[in-house]
């Protein structure tokens, strides 16, 4: 699926919805993502997507809409991670944590018009996405078709809405289309 949305457009329509609100400034070509509070260093937080990659950046900017207060003051959230080359049940335990994110980053990706995958990201490990896992991320996002998303979350899908002409709230859209990718449908 070709794409309308691009690194540039997403983080001036994040910074020009965020930035005042909650001093929070999206920016891209990190070597790897990662959330940074405000410190001495940087008066304002910043939420750095992986290169120049519309997912990764949905992504993170998924884990900061569910994210509370707290831990919006906490390097990287203060959300557990290991990477790439878990266990069985580190790849549990990475699931729990993915579900709402990765229903976040798959509306957000139908609001735009981008494709999404459900991630196991865990290449190395050969360990691909359950099919709990899966059914999960799916019946997240049909639940947010019906019951109110997280504040923040629900601006970002309204803009991304306008933007590109979409309506992402539909059932329709989140439906299993294979165990490892999923396609949006805008």
């Known amino acids: 699926m070709s794409s309308g949305v691009n690194t540039g457009l997403l983080v001036t329509l994040f910074n020009q919805l965020f930035l005042e609100r909650y001093n929070i400034r999206l920016e891209g070509n990190g070597d790897e993502p990662i959330y940074l509070p405000a410190d001495d260093q940087c008066e304002h937080h910043r939420l750095i997507f992986r290169s120049d990659y519309v997912s990764s950046a949905f992504h993170e900017i998924a884990h900061w809409c569910i994210a509370g207060e707290q831990r919006r003051e906490l390097v990287d959230f203060g959300y557990w991670y290991k990477p790439d080359g878990r266990t069985e049940a580190q790849q549990r335990t990475f699931e729990n944590v993915e579900i709402k994110p990765q229903a976040i980053e798959w509306i957000f990706s139908v609001a735009a018009g981008h494709k999404f995958n459900i991630s196991a990201d865990n290449l190395a490990a050969g360990i691909g996405a359950s099919e709990e896992f899966v059914q999960a991320v799916v019946s997240q996002a049909q639940a947010w078709c019906t019951v109110p ?35 949006s449908l805008a």
């Open 149 to 183: 998303m997280p504040d923040r979350a629900a601006a970002l899908v309204a803009a991304l809405s306008e933007t590109f002409g979409t309506s992402p709230f539909g059932l329709e859209h989140y439906q299993i289309a294979g165990q490892d990718s999923v396609e």
